[in-house]
Nanobody
Framework: QVQLVESGGGLVQAGGSLRLSCAAS????????MGWYRQDPGKQFELVAT???????NYADSVKGRFTISRDNAKNTVYLQMNSLKPEDTGVYYC?????????WGQGTQVTVSS
């Protein structure tokens, strides 16, 4: 059973930073393409960032230059460093692992950015 557990969310003022972590069970991180999605208060889902098994990264235009996704295969953990946060970054952030065509999801962590 694959488990993804996010942490690091919270309340921060605009312009601040947060680092989200996604701890995975087993060795799924090293075998998967990992990603972060967010769901805004209006319930829209957005793909925020991805990192492939080979380390290639991709970002939504809305977060380019502000967010950085990284992975530590030895710790089975993926990170999302979020800088220069804006109120529109508010939402529930979900970690995903895509392995052999199946996408696993974490339970999400709330990020709230106040203006």
């Amino acid at each position: 059973q694959v488990q993804l557990v996010e942490s690091g969310g919270g309340l921060v003022q605009a312009g601040g930073s947060l680092r989200l972590s996604c701890a995975a069970s087993g060795t799924i991180v090293s075998m998967s393409d990992m990603g972060w999605y967010r769901q805004d208060p209006g319930k829209q889902f957005e793909l925020v960032a991805t990192i492939t098994r080979g380390g290639g990264t991709n970002y939504a235009d809305s977060v380019k230059g502000r967010f950085t996704i990284s992975r530590d295969n030895a710790k089975n953990t993926v990170y999302l460093q979020m800088n220069s946060l804006k109120p529109e970054d508010t939402g529930v952030y979900y970690c995903t692992a895509t392995h052999i065509g199946y996408k696993y999801w974490g339970q999400g962590t709330q990020v709230t950015v106040s203006s």
